[in-house]
C-alpha cells in the first residue's frame, strides 16, 4: 500500500449484518473527514496477521451513501476458502482498533449516460451494487437490481433495502427456495437494449454465467460493468520462463516458469506497486511496449487485452521469449 495514499481510520462499530457476515464502520482516527468517494469505489484495507504472519492487504468495496464523509463502512463475508482476509476481519478486527487503509479507488464506477441500469448482485457482491442502486435511486435514474444469496438469513442489509424508497425494484433471489423465483439469466439478458448498461459482482462462477450468458446474447462489451473480489491464479504445467526488459535502462530480468512477474522483480530490486496479487484490482497495471502477455487476469475487457498494450505482472506471463515494460 503507497503510504502517500494511506489513511488511518478507527473502528468505530463492529456489527453482525448476517449470518457469516460482518460490517465495520470505519471514521478518521484525527477525527476530519475522510476523501470523497463515489459509488462502486473500494479501499484497500491492511489487516493484522496471526501469530508471525505478516499484516495482509484486501480489497472492500464501500457500502455506505458516498455522500457521507465522516465514515467508509465495509461488510466482509467469512470464507472458508479465504487466504487470511475474512478470518483477520471477523476474528482479530475489533470495534477501536486502528487500521491503515487507502483512500478511496473506482474501477466500476456508474456509467452517467445511460438510460437504464441493470444491476446484478451474488452473494458479498451486494457491496458495491447497493451503494449504486442508492445513488441511482437519489439522481432519479432508471435502474433495476437483483441480489441473488444462498438464503434469507445470508442476505446481507435486507432490512435497509426493504426500507428503502427503491424497494419495488429490487428482486431477490434464493438458491434455496423455490424454482420459480431463481434469477433467469437467460430471460433477464434476452434482450440487450441500447442505452441499458449491466453491472455485476459477486463469486466467480456467479459472475462468469452473468458475462458469459449477456456475451452470448449480444450484449455490447461497452455496455458491460464489472468487479471481481477475488480469482485463482492459473498456472499451467506448460508454463516456461521468459524475460522482462525494462524499458528505462535496459536491465534484462529472468522470469522463472514457477515465479510471477511481481516477485522476480521485486527480487531483482524494482518494486510495483500492488495489493490483490490475484489479477483482481488492477493495481499494478504495466504498460508493455513489445512483446505479447499472457493475460491471467479477472481485471481487464476483452478489448484491453486484444490490444496487448498493458498487462497485470502480478498473475499475467509472456507469450513471447520477452516483454519489454513500461519501467
Given at each position: 500500500?503507497?503510504?502517500?495514499q494511506?489513511?488511518?481510520v478507527?473502528v468505530?462499530?463492529k ?11 470505519l471514521?478518521?482516527?484525527d ?6 468517494f ?5 479501499v484497500d ?23 457521507e ?6 461488510a ?6 479465504s487466504?487470511g482476509?475474512?478470518?483477520a476481519?471477523?476474528?482479530r478486527?475489533?470495534?477501536g ?8 479507488k473506482?474501477?466500476?464506477g456508474?456509467?452517467?449516460?445511460a438510460?437504464k441500469?441493470?444491476?446484478?448482485a451474488?452473494g ?7 451503494c449504486m ?6 439522481t432519479?435514474?432508471?435502474?433495476q ?20 424508497g427503491?424497494?419495488?425494484?429490487v ?23 441500447q442505452?441499458?448498461h449491466l453491472?455485476?459482482c459477486g ?9 458469459g ?10 455496455q458491460l ?15 516456461a520462463g ?6 528505462s ?8 516458469k514457477d ?7 521485486a527480487e ?6 500492488m ?5 483482481v484490482?488492477?493495481?499494478c497495471?504495466?504498460r508493455?511496449l ?5 493475460h491471467r487476469?479477472?481485471?481487464?475487457t476483452p ?9 497485470l505482472?502480478?498473475?499475467s506471463?509472456a507469450?513471447?521469449?520477452m ?5
Amino acid at each position: 500500500m503507497s503510504t502517500a495514499q494511506t489513511l488511518q481510520v478507527r473502528v468505530a462499530a463492529k456489527s453482525v449484518e448476517a449470518l457469516d457476515i460482518v460490517t465495520l464502520e470505519l471514521v478518521a482516527v484525527d477525527g476530519k473527514p475522510l476523501p470523497a468517494f463515489s459509488a462502486g469505489s473500494h479501499v484497500d484495507v491492511m489487516l493484522p496477521g496471526d501469530q508471525g504472519v505478516p499484516d495482509i492487504t484486501r480489497q472492500y468495496s464501500l457500502c455506505n451513501d458516498p455522500k457521507e464523509t465522516h465514515r467508509y463502512q465495509i461488510a466482509v463475508l467469512r470464507d472458508p476458502a479465504s487466504r487470511g482476509g475474512s478470518v483477520a476481519v471477523h476474528d482479530r478486527v475489533n470495534a477501536g482498533d486502528v487500521l491503515q487503509i487507502s483512500a478511496p479507488k473506482n474501477h466500476f464506477g456508474l456509467a452517467h449516460d445511460a438510460k437504464k441500469h441493470l444491476l446484478l448482485a451474488g452473494g458479498i457482491g451486494v457491496t458495491p451494487i447497493l451503494c449504486m442502486a442508492e445513488r441511482l435511486a437519489q439522481t432519479g435514474a432508471d435502474f433495476q437490481m437483483h441480489y441473488a444469496t444462498r438464503a434469507p438469513e445470508r442476505t446481507a442489509f435486507r432490512a435497509r433495502i426493504a426500507a428503502s424508497g427503491f424497494a419495488d425494484r429490487v428482486q431477490f433471489h434464493y438458491d434455496n427456495a423455490e424454482a420459480a423465483q431463481k434469477l433467469d439469466l437467460q430471460g433477464l439478458l434476452a434482450k440487450p437494449a441500447q442505452g441499458t448498461h449491466l453491472y455485476v459482482c459477486g463469486p466467480k462462477g456467479f459472475m462468469e454465467a452473468v458475462l458469459g450468458s449477456a456475451r452470448a446474447q449480444g450484449w455490447p462489451e461497452g455496455q458491460l460493468h464489472y468487479e471481481f473480489f477475488g480469482a485463482a491464479v492459473a498456472s499451467s504445467d506448460s508454463d516456461a520462463g521468459f524475460e522482462v526488459k525494462l524499458a528505462s535502462s535496459g536491465r534484462i530480468i529472468q522470469i522463472a516458469k514457477d515465479k510471477t512477474v511481481t516477485k522476480a522483480l521485486a527480487e531483482a530490486g524494482v518494486d510495483i506497486l500492488m495489493s490483490c496479487e490475484q489479477g483482481v484490482c488492477g493495481t499494478c497495471l504495466t504498460r508493455v511496449l513489445e512483446g505479447t502477455p499472457d493475460h491471467r487476469d479477472q481485471y481487464l475487457t476483452p478489448e484491453e487485452r486484444a490490444a496487448n498494450d498493458q498487462f497485470l505482472p502480478c498473475c499475467s506471463r509472456a507469450k513471447t521469449p520477452m516483454l519489454v515494460l513500461d519501467l
